[in-house]
Each structure stands twice: as structure tokens, then as C-alpha cells.
């Protein structure tokens, strides 16, 4: 087995991002219930989600790519948690790792990148809301500091059954 390990830098997302974002998101619609969305996406329905991050300001979109491949090895966002004006100190974040980089630290890289780019900005709570059972999520939410909050039973249906959402904050 090599020692070698493959370099992952990360960045900001960019519109040339589009399709691989769009075709691994589409992986957890389909796959899993990890997402409640139940239609994978063509990647022009999902441009004006990546447009509403930009580099700066409290919404912001991190890609881990490989350094030599430049293949997408996943993403983590920050966004509005709910529309109203009183939320606006509140984000909603979000990590998808690709299926084939999972157990390599990716998730972990992006949430540091992700956390690091909010730190000057002015926000007061981060949410995050997981599909359970999902052991994984759950670990990195809480080595980033997040705790549970509560759990809204079976709150999506999606393959056919009900699933929970258990929510984590942290604060920022």
C-alpha cells in the first residue's frame, strides 16, 4: 500500500465548479437521504444556488479539489438560515463529500476553511440539520463544536419512509 497521499487544496467555488457540483449533489438525491430533495438537478437549475455565494460576506461556498487532478472531492457552504431579516446573524451550513473521498479528512478540511472565511463576518449561530441515522455528520459537527439542539421526528419522507432531522448549533 503507498504512503503517498493526494494533495487537497481548498477554495472558492466558481462557476466552472457547476457541473461537478451539480453531478455530486445529484448523487446524494439519488443515493441517499442524506438531502430531502427527491429530483436531481440539471446543472442551470442549480446556478443561481451557486451564484448565491460569493467570495465574501457571511454566504460562501469551499471546494476541496486534488491538487493534481482538479477533480471535485467535495463542498461546504454557508447560507441564509431562514429569510427574515432577525435571522441575518444566523447561517445554515452544509458539507457533501464525494462518495470516494469519504474517510480521508476532506469534510474536516472544508468545515476548517469554511469556518476560517466566516470568522470576521458578522454572525452570531450556525445550524446544521442532519438526516438520520448518520454517524459520520454527526462526528464532524461535534469536533467543530456544534451541539445537538433537538430532533424533528420524522420530518422528511423520501424512499419510501420517514426520516429525523436532528439539529446542531454553533456558536460563531
Do not use: C
Amino acid at each position: 500500500m503507498s504512503s503517498e497521499r493526494t494533495e487537497v487544496q481548498v477554495r472558492a467555488g466558481v462557476e466552472a465548479d457547476l457541473e461537478a457540483l451539480t453531478a455530486l449533489y445529484n448523487h446524494y438525491v439519488r443515493e441517499t437521504p442524506i438531502t430531502f430533495d427527491t429530483a436531481v438537478f440539471a446543472p442551470e437549475e442549480r446556478r443561481p444556488w451557486l451564484l448565491s455565494h460569493p467570495e465574501d460576506g457571511p454566504h460562501r461556498l469551499k471546494v476541496a479539489e486534488d491538487a493534481d487532478t482538479q477533480e471535485i472531492l467535495g463542498y461546504a457552504t454557508s447560507g441564509p438560515y431562514r429569510a427574515k431579516p432577525a435571522y441575518s446573524t444566523s447561517v445554515e451550513v452544509t458539507v457533501y463529500v464525494a462518495p470516494r473521498a469519504g474517510g480521508r479528512g476532506i469534510g474536516t478540511l472544508l468545515y476548517k476553511a469554511l469556518f476560517e472565511s466566516l470568522a470576521a463576518e458578522d454572525l452570531h449561530r450556525a445550524y446544521a440539520g442532519i438526516a438520520q441515522p448518520n454517524e459520520a455528520s454527526t462526528r464532524l459537527h461535534e469536533r467543530f463544536g456544534f451541539r445537538h439542539v433537538g430532533t424533528y421526528r420524522e420530518v422528511g419522507r423520501k424512499f419510501g419512509r420517514y426520516w429525523d432531522v436532528a439539529w446542531y448549533e454553533k456558536e460563531l
